[in-house]
Each structure stands twice: as C-alpha cells, then as structure tokens.
C-alpha cells in the first residue's frame, strides 16, 4: 500500500544549529501535508501544514519545504533548542485521512 | 478551553478480557478520529466520525473492535477479548467540520496507553 517514511529514524543535533527532517511520501494523490511534534507521554501538536500548491512555508523558527517531482517533504528548525527534542512525524492527507510515518527522533545536545 | 481529554491514561488487562477507552474532544469539533501507536512506530488509523454521518471503520484491524460516538460528544472504543498485539497507545483526536489545516488543526489527546499480560 501507499504510505509515508521518513528517511532516518533519529537525529541528534547540538543546540544552537539548525536541523533538516526529511520524509519521503509515496502516494502522488496526496495534496495536503502535516508535520507533527510528539513529546514522550503526550499525542501529537501540529507544528506546520503545506499544500500541493506550494512548495515552500514558514513559521516561526520551523520552515517546510515539498518537493512533489521526488515526493519529498522536509522540516527545518532553525537554531534547535533543548525544547524541541522529540519525535517528529510527518503526515499526508487524502481525503479526511492523515497517514503518518514512523517518525524521526530528535535529540538536541547541550 | 480544554482539550482533548482520554481515560484512563493507562490500563492494564489480562489477556482475554474487554476494554473500554473514553475520548471527550473539544466542544464543537465534530470531527472525531481514533489512531493507534506501537512503540516506536507511527499512527495508524482506526475510525473516523464526522458529525451524523456513517462512521469510517475501514482502519479497524478486526471484528474485536469497535467504536461508538453519541452525537458529537463523548466516544468509547471498545476492544473484546484483547490480545498482547492489542498493547499500544491508543489516541484520539478531534477538529473542526472540514477535518485537517492550519485553520482547523487535528487536536489530539494524551492517549491511553494499553498493556495486555
């Protein structure tokens, strides 16, 4: 079936840099994208959305970029703070469906 | 305003047994989902409420569950003679007419993490 990955399961960054999450979607019907933060013990906060229309959005310290000819969706979080250590999904929409990967954890060193 | 609210956060249960997990979304969502998440893995959709229509149970992994919503209120998802695959973190989520968006996000609850021995 269609479904949506990521590339890498974890990430470990050093506080202060930048971090690029990338996801990898396979069903081209999709037109509407979600990333999600979950902190252990909690369900999952919508970060940011983007639709098919675009390609590239921004929000207060996170950007996400889609490129639709490789069906790739990444997350960039500019200077990475202890806060933002997490798992990471992102997510598609068809219909009234979202379908998650596995997710990307993110460590943030000090 | 609160949010989505599950209960019991946790549970355990022998094996064999029925469970009951509660989800109470936010006031005037009538959009209502049920995901399910193993350990170290993604969502998995289970069923999906909108308002009066048929529900959606086409992610719902057997006969053993079920799901019930009164209005647009309170939801149970029930699950009969649980087995150890049933172990997860079950969560719901709740959002406006017209489901996913910035304008009207997916709100999700804490979960219910479940243990079947």
């Known amino acids: 079936g269609e479904s949506v990955g990521l590339h890498l399961p974890t990430l470990s960054v050093q506080e202060g840099d930048n971090s690029i999450i990338n996801c990898a979607y396979s069903n081209s019907a999709s037109d509407y994208f979600i990333w999600y933060k979950q902190e252990s013990g909690k369900g999952p906060q919508f970060i940011i959305d983007i639709r098919s229309n675009m390609d590239k959005r921004q929000g207060q310290r996170v950007t996400v970029l889609l490129n639709k000819t490789v069906k790739h969706l990444s997350l960039q979080i500019a200077a990475t703070q202890p806060g933002d250590s997490a798992v990471y999904f992102c997510a598609e929409i068809a219909f009234y469906k979202l379908s998650f990967g596995a997710g990307t954890t993110v460590t943030v060193r000090a | 305003g609160a949010g989505v609210s599950q209960s019991p956060s946790n549970k355990v249960t022998e094996k064999g047994k029925d469970v009951e997990l509660r989800c109470d979304p936010i006031?005037?969502?009538?959009?209502l989902y049920w995901y399910r998440q193993r350990l170290g893995q993604g969502l998995e959709f289970l069923i999906y409420f909108q308002g009066n229509s048929a529900p959606d149970k086409s992610g719902l992994p057997s006969d053993r569950f079920s799901a019930e919503r009164t209005g647009e209120s309170v939801s149970t998802l029930t699950i009969q003679r649980t087995q150890q695959e049933d172990s997860a973190v079950y969560l719901c989520?709740?959002?406006?007419?017209?489901?996913?968006?910035?304008?009207?996000?997916?709100?999700f609850g804490n979960g219910t993490r479940l243990t079947v021995t």
């Open positions: 989520a709740s959002s406006q007419p017209g489901g996913q968006g910035s304008n009207s996000p997916l709100h």
């Open positions: 006031s005037g969502h009538t959009a």
